[in-house]
């Protein structure tokens, strides 16, 4: 909780897998382990409750789910590193949690990893570009097996832990030298984020289904109130050119007016690629090709590059999704250059339809662009589709317990790639990072409903070792889990049968 969204102390990143496993080698194995996963549970329901928009019923639940696995490589260092010399016992820990952690986060994405926590560490950030995000955390776990092992070896020899650091001096030499020797950049293009809070269109829904008012808090897009909202919305669509609904479809017109009215604005002020957040435009499916048609017109006018992010209602459907999450690219000529849909609606709380998850390239006079959608970017091998893009579009939507700590997970995205992410987002802070990692600028969320986002960014990424050799840590990880503990196995047969 304190390396996470809430507090947001990076150190305690190191600092917790170093107590925990101090504690378990200490312990009794499975009195050790359960303390263990009782300790994370405690840590993620009150994580949750500040964080988490799901009842607390939900997060009650969910905590042992995430607990016992996550604790899984404490319990088979606790039975195995007596084992093995100080040294394989050092490598088998972050080993074993490194594997875990990637086969976890392809389902539950990379959120909460033990790196997420190192969004600050700039220099750190850097080995993201050789070994991806979980090169980062296996060299947070090796340190604390590390340290562990040292702190409770009765044999204090340097060769238990010289490897380690001699790692980790390179690996934060490497940042340094990466981050501070980079050339001046000379080729920029302006671009703009563009969000805006949709609470006229939600409190109009509310007001023609139950007919009442109601007014949502600015300052929380996950307020009860939203909840009321969120149940109004499929009885809307249940027929929505019943004319009690006029207020509400006024209000979505004129919504979109105001998104290409302020993307005008942007585009005389010089911005070349113009990008709105997340779903920023509900509209219905039988009005998204009138619309689209209308923003050709304004990429043409303006001769800009304009990336409308839409929540398509799809018709009614009691079992079936609410809408289609997409973001389409449109050039200066007004052609559609990329119609991509999330790949990775959010369990439990986006009800869009899946995309195929193919993640597009387009070149142009300003480099390479190419799309995503918010939590698409949480998954990193979906995202090394976006390997030799110059500028990464990724429209997002956040909520208060999350922000700036989701947006800001994105940097290891633009560092592993070597792309600009120029991400605007509702409720939420919007970034945009260079292809180093360097925030070029933020904005925050929670001050008013209309919130513009604009910086000179690179029309040139970088190559990384990365975009050729992946998350070959990650095999190497399981590769050296497979070897060691085959080898404990063995010899413990061989001592039983001597």
Same mark, same amino acid.
């Given at each position: 909780m304190l390396s996470g969204p809430v507090f947001r102390i990076d150190l305690t990143g190191w600092l917790i897998p170093i107590g925990i496993l101090y504690f378990t080698r200490s312990s009794h194995p499975l009195k050790g382990y359960l303390w263990a996963v009782l300790f994370m549970m405690i840590i993620s329901v009150i994580g949750g409750l500040f964080t988490s928009p799901l009842p607390i019923v939900a997060i009650i639940i969910s905590a042992p789910i995430a607990a016992f696995p996550e604790m899984v490589p404490y319990l088979?260092?606790?039975f195995m590193h007596r084992r093995l010399s100080p040294l394989l016992a050092s490598i088998l820990f972050p080993a074993v949690a490194v594997s875990l952690e990637y086969m976890m986060s392809t389902i539950f994405s990379s959120i909460g990893i033990l790196a997420s926590t190192q969004t600050h *560490?700039?220099?750190?950030? &850097? @080995?993201?570009?050789?070994?991806g995000v979980y090169g980062i955390s296996f060299i947070m776990y090796w340190t604390a097996s590390t340290l562990v092992g040292w702190m409770l070896s009765e044999e204090d020899s340097p060769l238990n832990y010289k490897p380690w650091l001699i790692t980790i001096l390179m690996i934060l030499l490497f940042g340094a030298i990466r981050i501070n020797t980079t050339s001046e950049i000379k080729d920029t293009v302006k671009v703009a984020g563009i969000a805006v809070e949709e609470f006229s269109i939600w409190e109009a829904v509310y007001q023609n289904v139950y007919g009442e008012e109601i007014e949502i808090n600015v300052h929380n897009a996950n307020s009860p109130e939203m909840g009321k909202i969120l149940a109004a919305i499929p009885e809307y669509l249940k027929d929505p050119e019943n004319e009690k609904y006029e207020q509400t479809n006024l209000a979505l017109k004129d919504f979109g007016d105001q998104l290409l009215s302020l993307s005008a604005n942007e585009a005389d002020a010089g911005?070349? #690629?113009?990008? @709105?957040?997340?779903?920023n435009l509900p509209i219905? &499916? $039988?009005?998204?090709?009138? *619309?689209?048609? $209308?923003?050709q017109e304004l990429a043409v006018e303006k001769e800009v590059f304009l990336s409308i992010s839409m929540g398509v209602f799809l018709p009614y459907n009691e079992s079936g999704p609410m809408y289609e999450n997409k973001a389409i690219l449109i050039s200066p000529e007004g052609k559609?250059?990329?119609?991509?849909? $999330?790949a990775k609606p959010?369990?439990?709380?986006?009800?869009?339809?899946?995309?195929?998850?193919? #993640?597009? $390239?387009v070149e142009t006079d300003y480099g390479i662009l190419t799309q995503a959608i918010c939590y698409d970017a949480d998954f990193p091998p979906l995202m090394a589709q976006a390997s030799g893009a110059d500028i990464l579009l990724l429209p997002a939507n956040d909520w208060l317990g999350i922000s700036p700590y989701h947006g800001d997970n994105s940097v290891f995205r633009a560092v592993e790639n070597g792309v600009s992410i120029v991400r605007p987002t509702g409720s939420g802070q919007s970034v945009i990072f260079d292809p180093y990692g360097r925030a070029l600028s933020r904005v925050e969320a929670f001050d008013k409903e209309v919130r513009i986002i604009n910086a000179y960014v690179p029309i040139n990424g970088c190559s990384t070792i990365f975009s050729f050799i992946g998350n070959l840590i990650v095999w190497i990880s399981m590769m050296c889990t497979a070897v060691l503990i085959t080898?404990?196995?063995i010899n413990y047969f061989k001592s039983r049968s001597s």
């Open positions: 088979i260092d606790r *560490f700039v220099e750190m950030i &850097q @080995w993201a570009s050789v070994a911005s070349r #690629i113009i990008v @709105w957040s997340e779903t219905l &499916q $039988k009005d998204e090709s009138g *619309f689209i048609l $209308k923003a559609v250059l990329d119609n991509y849909e $999330k959010v369990p439990f709380m986006d009800s869009s339809l899946p995309g195929d998850g193919i #993640i597009a $390239k080898m404990v196995i």
